[in-house]
């Protein structure tokens, strides 16, 4: 996991505070019995990362469509949930946020 974390501090320029929130991350996921592939773990990351940062800037992505994620399971999406509000709770209020998280756990699903 260590190396990980590295690459992810190394390509996002992550400040001490991000770098703990990384942290948390995979330890929530891992909690959560999501085991990442390393890049799927990337891309997770990075995404949870632009949220927080998001977040801090008061800035969203914008609304989608939700028939775009038709192919994501409502178990996805419940994880994804659960990781947005703990880590962003104005993030959990956009659907969009939470949806985007979505498609990482979805695929973090399948390959279980």
């Known amino acids: 996991m260590p190396e990980i974390i590295r690459e992810v501090e190394e390509r996002l320029q992550l400040t001490p505070e991000e770098q703990e929130i990384v942290r948390k991350v995979l330890s929530f996921t891992k909690e959560q019995g999501i085991a990442w592939e390393d890049n799927?773990?990337?891309?997770?990351?990075?995404?949870?990362?632009?949220?927080?940062?998001?977040?801090r800037d008061g800035e969203w992505v914008a609304e989608m469509d939700e028939s775009l994620f038709e192919e994501v399971t409502p178990a996805a999406i419940q994880l994804?949930?659960?990781?947005?509000?703990?880590?962003?709770?104005?993030?959990?209020?956009?659907?969009?946020?939470?949806?985007?998280v979505s498609t990482h756990y979805e695929m973090a699903l399948r390959k279980e």
């Open 80 to 100: 994804a949930q659960e990781i947005v509000e703990a880590f962003s709770k104005e993030g959990a209020e956009h659907r969009s946020e939470v949806l985007l």
């Open 40 to 55: 799927f773990r990337l891309g997770f990351l990075s995404h949870m990362i632009s949220l927080i940062r998001r977040a």
